[in-house]
């Protein structure tokens, strides 16, 4: 303990010495859920910790800088698996609780190379939104059912982008003007090993890929986003290969309008995953609209999303998603703290059976800056 003090001390120093960053970022919450009789779940009351971050952000000259974020409401350690190997350690070779960690090359005014465990760009305006600003998420950011909390995931055990926001790789931003053109290269969104080996050896030869843009109008006021990843996906086989003709695709779209007085979102994402061997397909379907009204220090606003899952692959079936919430925000001073009341109801229509309900209010505060300032 005294060494990390010591060293804690000595970063705090040189952070505030080269005027660097060193942020925090906390959300609290007492949650409460509900559900109707059909979806067959508990209700619940608990108070949590939503987010809890430490970031360090720093600049080395006018080319190089570093970023790095640790998520402190994570595991330092992930479920390892039988072999004793942390479930991502091989892809990343770090645990979950590095939520990013990556060094950025300004090599001109147009061009920038981000390299390490970075922001891969998906999931359009929901993915890009702080964890801590988020009340509800669609099923394509998280593919959760309204019995219980993680869901079924269709294709793949990560068809919610939720996982693939940060992974280790290459992104290039390409910019003019207020656009920017982003080329993602990064890891596979699962472990490849070969179940033909006694250790499960690692085996990965695939990943994904992505292009995205974003462009600014009148005066920043207005965000447009279009995104696109595709990968084949990989996990455990024989020779460490799933069939390489499986496809899973991202697609996002969408605009954000905030000026002084109104804030608002909307957006459109599928993801769809292909069988290579029957060539039938899963996909997620999400419209998303947000729109909020900013009154002095409060800010109320509304959110719904209607949501659609086609499954072909294993089983067939269709199943729906509708999600309603009202939010209100308020800042008792022009300082980073904030407290947050919101309901939100979500309801899942299945293929078959009764509707499925889950009712959601959420009391918090978050507190976010430097403690360099």
Not at 67 to 80: E, I
Not at 113 to 131: D, H, P, Q, R, V
């Amino acid at each position: 303990m005294k060494t990390l003090l010591t060293l804690l001390g000595a970063a705090l120093v040189s952070a505030s010495a080269h005027a660097n960053s060193l942020g925090f970022d906390f959300r609290g919450d007492v949650q409460s859920i509900d559900y109707n009789d059909a979806a067959g779940a508990s209700d619940y009351t608990r108070f949590y910790l939503k987010t809890g971050r430490l970031y360090y952000k720093g600049t080395v000259n006018d080319r190089f800088s570093y970023d790095l974020r640790l998520g402190f409401y994570k595991p330092a350690a992930d479920n390892v698996s039988a072999a004793g190997v942390p479930a991502n350690s091989r892809r990343d070779s770090v645990n979950s609780s590095v939520e990013y960690a990556f060094m950025t090359d300004k090599m001109s005014d147009n061009f920038v190379l981000s390299i390490g465990k970075l922001n891969s760009e998906i999931g359009g305006f929901e993915g890009a939104s702080s964890g801590a600003d988020l009340y509800m998420v669609s099923p394509f950011y998280q593919h959760s059912a309204a019995v219980g909390l993680s869901g079924g995931n269709i294709g793949i055990n990560e068809s919610g982008t939720r996982n693939l926001l940060y992974t280790a790789g290459l992104k290039g931003d390409i910019s003019f003007s207020d656009q920017h053109i982003y080329l993602v290269a990064v890891n596979n969104i699962t472990d490849a090993t070969d179940s033909s080996s006694a250790t499960g050896t690692f085996n990965q030869n695939r990943g994904m890929m992505g292009v995205i843009w974003k462009g600014s109008f009148m005066d920043k006021a207005l965000t447009g986003l279009l995104s696109y990843h595709t990968v084949s996906p990989q996990g455990a086989g024989a020779g460490g290969q799933t069939n390489p003709d499986n496809k899973h695709d991202f697609i996002s779209a969408g605009a954000k309008y905030e000026d002084a007085t109104w804030v608002g979102s909307l957006e459109y994402s599928t993801t769809t995953f292909k069988d290579g061997a029957s060539g039938n397909k899963d996909q997620v379907y999400a419209a998303i609209a947000k729109f909020g009204y900013k009154l002095d220090s409060w800010t109320p606003r509304l959110e719904v999303f209607t949501s659609e899952e086609k499954r072909e692959v294993g089983v067939t079936e269709t199943n729906k998603f509708m999600g309603v919430g009202a939010v209100v925000e308020y800042k008792p001073t022009a300082e980073n703290v904030r407290y947050h009341l919101a309901y939100n109801s979500i309801t899942t229509d299945p293929e078959t059976g009764d509707n499925k309900i889950r009712n959601e209010l959420v009391l918090g505060a978050r507190l976010y800056g430097d403690f360099l300032k």
